[in-house]
């Protein structure tokens, strides 16, 4: 099993400005997603992130918009750049720690853009 | 391409009544299907999934899910609803050809319980 917890678990913020998502685990993990849930919708990935390489992104993201780090095998951030109202989601961390498929999520950032 | 489509937006069901929350799938290869619950505010939680073998199969809360090949679904199901089961349901399947750490989520079900 894996505990994650993600700051903040809300914001709002201005159109044009950027915001960093923390997402820290109990444990080593090899591997970190980030998701987007966008309201009313389902959740997409954006990225997979490793320790020591660059994330890797899916169709439609970009590390301009948005930038990941993984300094460690227990921590990730996501920014989310230059916002606009159509960035308002929830932004979610999670991992698979054993490998199989059980994915563990934090508890979300949801970001309001105005 | 992998999907997976939950046709209800909302299923309600009495407490004590059996509930079926419906999902079918489309996939390249064999389906690695599951279910995840989010409660209000709440990050997503694992409660089950199919890989191989018996086709029912049994999670968390007192769930189970009957994997069809042949109506390529995997309906999930419990035989006595609780108001707490009240959450938002997402089937999902992993993407087993082209890239094993991405699942693809259905749009969700919101499920009512009402006392």
């Known amino acids: 099993s894996a505990v994650i917890s993600q700051k903040p678990s809300r914001d709002i913020c201005q159109r044009g400005t950027s915001l960093t998502i923390q997402c820290q685990v109990d444990?080593?993990?090899?591997?970190m997603f980030w998701y987007r849930q966008q309201p009313g919708q389902s959740l997409t990935l954006i990225a997979t992130a490793n320790q020591g390489s660059e994330a890797t992104y899916e169709s439609g993201f970009v590390i301009d918009k948005f930038p990941i780090s993984r300094p460690n095998l227990t921590f990730s951030t996501l920014t989310v750049s230059n916002m606009s109202p159509e960035d308002s989601s929830i932004y979610l961390c999670?991992?698979?720690?054993?490998?199989?498929?059980?994915?563990?999520f934090g508890e979300g950032s949801r970001l309001t853009v105005l | 391409a992998q999907s997976v489509a939950q046709p209800e937006d909302q299923v309600n069901v009495a407490e004590g009544n059996p509930l079926t929350v419906k999902c079918t799938y489309s996939?390249?290869?064999?389906?690695?299907l599951f279910w995840y619950v989010q409660y209000p505010n709440r990050g997503l939680q694992f409660l089950l999934k199919?890989?191989?073998?018996?086709?029912l199969v049994k999670g968390s809360y007192g769930f189970e899910a009957e994997f069809n090949k042949s109506q390529t679904s995997f309906h999930l199901k419990k035989p006595s609803a609780l108001v707490s089961d009240s959450a938002l349901y997402f089937c999902a399947v992993r993407d087993v050809r082209y890239n094993f750490n991405k699942f693809y989520f259905g749009s969700g079900t919101k499920l009512n319980v009402k006392p």
């Open positions: 199919y890989i191989t073998g018996d086709n």
């Open positions: 444990s080593q993990v090899t591997m």
């Open positions: 996939v390249s290869g064999n389906p690695y």
């Open positions: 999670s991992v698979d720690p054993s490998a199989t498929g059980e994915l563990f």
